[in-house]
């Protein structure tokens, strides 16, 4: 199975800072990769996938790159409703595997 | 809209089964993939399997072997996951969830999940 390693596990930021995550395969996935956020009790919502490519509807304050087995997520300016856990997942191959997750937290 | 709407929270015992079902509207069921995840406390997301809606074709992972099977009815753009031998470390929410990807001809072009149900938490307790 390809290992999905995301870092940090916890980030503290504040509204308007920059934020990046990354997320590091255990073997090539090309560009199959999305980002997922997801709120307490809720389910996840895709972000981006083909690792660069923004869900419609998606904020343009994010953005993801990365090609092979290095990947980020950057949150430009983070707002108030981005505070949330997020998910990065593969699907070059199955099983179809996650990050352990990134909680982005108030400062 | 596209929706996916599953069926209500389960509490089970262990070694019993549990079915869950996913009622999918707003598109072309035939037309995308279905896949099941599951999320236990505090944990990561784990995918289960999928279906292709075309051709009923089924890929489960491993990690449920024997264990697991998706079944859906056409007519009723439901799709169901049904888990036997259910042990505690099954208790979890459980996720239907639609792929991008397009599926046609008997080809499927899997993607990234696009569109989620609400999740149904299964409980497995003595």
């Known amino acids: 199975d390809i290992q999905m390693t995301q870092s940090p596990s916890t980030l503290s930021a504040s509204v308007g800072d920059r934020v990046t995550i990354t997320c590091r395969a255990s073997q090539s996935v090309i560009t199959w990769l999305a980002w997922y956020q997801q709120k307490p009790g809720k389910a996840p919502k895709l972000l981006i996938y083909k690792a660069s490519t923004s869900e419609s509807g998606v904020p343009s304050r994010f953005s993801g790159s990365g090609f092979g087995t290095e990947f980020t997520l950057t949150i430009s300016s983070l707002q108030p409703d981005d505070f949330a856990t997020y998910y990065c997942?593969?699907?070059?191959?199955?099983?179809?595997?996650f990050g352990q997750g990134t909680k982005v937290e108030i400062k | 809209q596209v929706q996916l709407v599953q069926s209500g929270a389960e509490a089970q015992k262990p070694g019993a089964s549990v079915k869950i079902s996913c009622k999918t509207s707003?598109?072309?069921?035939?037309?995308?993939?279905i896949h099941w995840l599951r999320q236990a406390p505090g944990q990561r997301l784990e995918w289960m399997g999928w279906i292709n809606t075309d051709n009923d074709r089924v890929k489960t992972s491993q990690m449920f072997q024997g264990r697991l099977t998706i079944t859906r009815d056409t007519s009723a753009s439901t799709v169901f996951m049904e888990l036997s031998s259910l042990r505690s470390e099954d208790t979890a929410v459980y996720y239907c969830a639609k792929d991008r990807g397009y599926c046609g001809s008997g080809n499927c072009y899997p993607d990234a999940f696009n569109m989620w149900g609400q999740g149904t938490m299964v409980t497995v307790s003595s």
């Open positions: 707003g598109y072309t069921f035939t037309s995308y993939p």
């Open positions: 997942q593969q699907y070059n191959d199955y099983p179809r595997t």
